[in-house]
């Protein structure tokens, strides 16, 4: 649905679009044709990992089974964390776990069950106790403590495996990533690959982060959402954009842990919502995809104007990874970062879709579609009457990732089948073809992005590429480190290091791509300078 253009001063509501989170949009025309649309607020972000965290439990734990229960192992951490966890039992024999630690703001979570979903409510600054009847015997829990002591012991850590050390480049700065020097070490009790992945989900910590939004208004009528942590840096060093991955937004934990980390280093940071992710508008009938670039392709030629004079990078999980990957190696030689990091790329998209369908691997993938669903059911009057190979029934019913694929995603982009979409859509073709330097993480357990997808072939002979796959981790996971259980993923430290060694030895004028040069399609057309203060997260299915 394209949009006229409008002058600078014209404002267009938008609390159809963001409700009470955009206080105004505003769109205004380009030297390129493509309009920008503004619309700003403050917005602190509710909890999540790709939205798994929705119903994600229910199925396989069922509504009258216990629902939540936190080892006390789990919850401390040498004193650090202050939460407690409430736990429901059905039938009589509820009974409650409650260690009750030094307060932190923003650490309380209440789990309840409604409508046969599981819904997970974060209550900043508030430490929520138990209310079932029996208190487990203190003797348990020390028991508890010891086990996970034990088991730590027991547990070693495992070396990494390292691809593409011996390009130059790459052995230049690898004396500067300390953290691959150290085996990795899986946080006791959570070595299970989904057992890791669904605790990352549910129980990783959100920082207190405040974005101001800006909303881009791209050439075919679509909008895409910007948000940028406050306060904003002054002189930052250089500016990093994170790709989230499917569903997923600022909204999410392992977004915001990064952010949190790469603005305390001195850098400028931006989250890249696509179409309907975070809230973000949907004004066209058209969403994003795996193999559609062109979004990103605007965001970076429109940050790099803001940021004339700096280097710019990006980072992107799971389908951010695999889009920016393909945006890597789609710009070849005239790619405008400086650098890149995946993480848990899923790489080959064919092989993803089969594992995928999977025994427990369901649970992820109905998840997801049910994420989906949620954002095409917002917009669904974009479709009304759309006509064509357009199934739309399929799609506002869909089980699964590759019914919504097919009844929308592929029609979309001009693919005859939802295989020929996966398999033009997969990051792994596009390796090859990648000129500016690149970090590629992966969990050799990750259930979402198979280890078998990983083209270490292309990345060992690309002198630009480094893979690093960890023994762990999970989809998203990564619970180790010194932050673990409930903080940052072990990832975050590595890629700070790694993008600041690029722009240690980017410093050199005669290497240095000045992106603002392909600047020019989007213009900003109103600016505000007022900041409301965000909101409580609230309940995310």
Known sequence: MAMAPTTGSSLLRCQSFLQPRCRFLACGPSRSGAKFVAGFTGRQQRPGSENLSGSLMTPFLGRSSCHCTTWAPLVARGGR??????????????????????????????????????????????????????????????????????????????????????????????????????????YPLLTNRHVETIFAAFFRSLPRLTF??????????????????????????????????LTGGSDDTYVQHLTRRATSQGWAVVVFNSRGCADSPVTSSQFYSASFTEDLRQVVKHVGSVFPSLRLYAAGWSLGANILVRYVGQEAEECPLSGAVSLCNPFDLVIADEDFHKGFNNIYDKSLARGLRKIFSK???????????????????????????????????????????YFDASSSRSIKDVRVPLLCIQAFTDPIAPERGIPRKDIEENPNCLLVVTPYGGHLGWISGPDAPFGCPWTDPLIMQYLEALEEASKDPSGFRKAHEQAGDVELASVSSHRKSSQAPGLME
């Open 379 to 421: 917009h669904a009057h974009l479709f009304k009457d759309i006509g064509g190979e357009y199934n739309i029934p399929l799609v506002a019913n869909a089980k699964t990732v590759r019914d919504f694929d097919d009844g929308l995603t592929r029609v979309s982009f001009g693919y005859k089948t939802v295989d020929d979409y």
């Open 81 to 186: 964390q202050g939460c407690s966890r409430r736990a429901f039992a059905g039938g009589a024999s509820q009974w409650k776990l409650s260690k009750q630690l030094p307060e932190a703001p923003g650490h309380g979570r209440e789990f309840r069950s409604g409508s046969g979903l599981l819904f997970a409510k974060r209550k900043p600054g508030v430490v929520v106790r138990a209310q079932a009847a029996g208190t487990l015997p203190s003797v348990a829990a020390a028991s508890l403590s010891i086990l996970a002591v034990v088991m730590g012991a027991q547990l070693r850590g495992k070396a990494l495996e390292v691809l593409g050390t011996g390009a130059a480049f790459n052995a230049s700065i690898l004396p500067k990533l300390t953290e691959l020097e150290k085996p990795y070490k899986p």
């Open 212 to 245: 101001r939004r800006q909303c881009l208004r791209m050439a075919d009528g679509g909008t895409v959402a910007l948000d940028w942590p406050l306060p904003e840096i002054q002189n930052p060093k250089a500016v990093l954009i994170l790709l989230p991955g």
